[in-house]
T-cell receptor, first 112, second 109 residues
Framework: DAGVIQSPRHEVTEMGQEVTLRCKPI?????LFWYRQTMMRGLELLIY????????DSGMPEDRFSAKMPNASFSTLKIQPSEPRDSAVYFC??????????FGEGSRLTVL | KNEVEQSPQNLTAQEGEFITINCSYS?????LHWLQQHPGGGIVSLFM???GKKKHGRLIATINIQEKHSSLHITASHPRDSAVYIC???????????FGKGTRLHILP
C-alpha cells in the first residue's frame, strides 16, 4: 500500500477563497483523522471518522470548516471562506480500529 | 479534560548520549502513542503501547498506567535522531487522541 495520500502538498491562496484538501487513507483502515499543526498550538485534532461516519467534530474551529467522507477511500476538508489564520499544515491520518496511526505527508496551506 | 504534558520541551545532547523524553497525562487512557516528526514535516508512528515496555532498535518506550506516565528512551543517540518527538494519549471513553506539544531533540555530532 502507498500509505496515506494527501493532496495538495502545498497550497497558497488569497483570503476569502475556498480551499479543499484531500485524503486517501490506507485501504482497509476504518478510522480517519484530520489534524492541524501550527507553531503556536502544535497538533490539534479537527475531526475524525469511523467507517465513514463523523464521530467527533468538536475540534473544527468554526463553521467555515467542513469535512466529508463519502466513501472508505476518500475524505475532504474544506475551508470556505479561508482566512490568514487558517495557515497551517493539515495532516490526515488513518488507523485500523484504534491502533497505530499512519500519517500522510501533510498539506501546507498559506492564506494571504 | 485530559492534558498531555511533555518534558523537556527542548533537548540538545552529544552523539552517543542516552536520551529520555517524558510524557504525563491526566486521565485514564486506552493507549499511548509516540510519534516522530523530522524537519520537513512527515510524522511517523514509533510506538503504540498500553502497558509495560516496547523496544525497536535503539528506541525503548515504557508506560506506567498507575502513575499516568510514559518515557521514550534513545540509546547511543545519533544526529539522525534529531527530530520532534510527540506523545499522544488515546482516551478511554472515546477514540479521541490528545497530543503533547512535542520535545525538540537535537543531537550534535
Amino acid at each position: 500500500d502507498a500509505g496515506v495520500i494527501q493532496s495538495p502538498r502545498h497550497e497558497v491562496t488569497e483570503m476569502g477563497q475556498e480551499v479543499t484538501l484531500r485524503c486517501k487513507p490506507i485501504s482497509g483502515h476504518d478510522y480517519l483523522f484530520w489534524y492541524r499543526q501550527t507553531m503556536m498550538r502544535g497538533l490539534e485534532l479537527l475531526i475524525y471518522f469511523n467507517n465513514n461516519v463523523p464521530i467527533d467534530d468538536s475540534g473544527m474551529p468554526e463553521d467555515r470548516f467542513s469535512a466529508k467522507m463519502p466513501n472508505a477511500s476518500f475524505s475532504t476538508l474544506k475551508i470556505q471562506p479561508s482566512e490568514p489564520r487558517d495557515s497551517a499544515v493539515y495532516f490526515c491520518a488513518s488507523s485500523l480500529n484504534t491502533g497505530e496511526l499512519f500519517f500522510g505527508e501533510g498539506s501546507r496551506l498559506t492564506v494571504l | 479534560k485530559n492534558e498531555v504534558e511533555q518534558s523537556p520541551q527542548n533537548l540538545t545532547a552529544q552523539e552517543g548520549e542516552f536520551i529520555t523524553i517524558n510524557c504525563s497525562y491526566s486521565v485514564g487512557i486506552s493507549a499511548l502513542h509516540w510519534l516522530q516528526q523530522h524537519p520537513g514535516g512527515g510524522i511517523v508512528s514509533l510506538f503504540m503501547l498500553s502497558s509495560g515496555k516496547k523496544k525497536h532498535g535503539r528506541l525503548i518506550a515504557t508506560i506506567n498506567i498507575q502513575e499516568k506516565h510514559s518515557s521514550l528512551h534513545i540509546t547511543a543517540s545519533h544526529p539522525r535522531d534529531s527530530a520532534v518527538y510527540i506523545c499522544a494519549s488515546h482516551m478511554n471513553r472515546d477514540d479521541k487522541i490528545i497530543f503533547g506539544k512535542g520535545t525538540r531533540l537535537h543531537i550534535l555530532p
